[in-house]
C-alpha cells in the first residue's frame, strides 16, 4: 500500500489530535463515568440501618428513606432530614469491603 504524499501529510497534521482525544478518553472520561457508576450504586444500596457520613462530614445511621430525602440519627433523639445526594459515604458498606 503506497501512501501518497498528502495522505501522509494529513497523517502527520492530524495525528496529534487523535493521540491526544484518545489519551482524554482513558485519563478524564473513562475514571470520571466509572466514579458517577460506583457512587450511583452506593445511593441506591442505602437501607435503614446503615452508617453514613454527609458531605458535610456529619456521622449517622439511616433510620428512613424516601424517593429522595434520607432521615438520618446524628444522636439520641436527634434526625435529620437530608438530600439522598447529600450522601458521601456508606461507612457500613465499606467496612464489609474491608473485610
Known amino acids: 500500500m503506497d501512501l501518497n504524499p498528502e495522505m501522509m501529510n494529513m497523517l ?25 457508576s460506583r457512587r450511583k450504586e452506593m445511593l441506591d444500596s442505602l437501607k435503614k440501618g446503615n452508617k453514613v457520613m454527609t458531605i458535610g462530614g456529619i456521622y449517622g445511621e439511616v433510620t428512613a428513606i424516601k424517593e429522595n430525602i434520607v432521615t438520618v440519627k446524628i444522636a ?12 458521601n459515604t456508606n461507612v457500613t458498606q465499606e467496612k464489609k469491603a474491608e473485610q
Open 12 to 36: 502527520v497534521s492530524y495525528g496529534p489530535i487523535v493521540v491526544m482525544i484518545v489519551i482524554f478518553y482513558f485519563m478524564l472520561y473513562r475514571p470520571q463515568k466509572k466514579e458517577q
Open 76 to 87: 439520641d433523639k436527634v434526625e435529620i432530614e437530608v438530600a439522598r445526594a447529600s450522601i
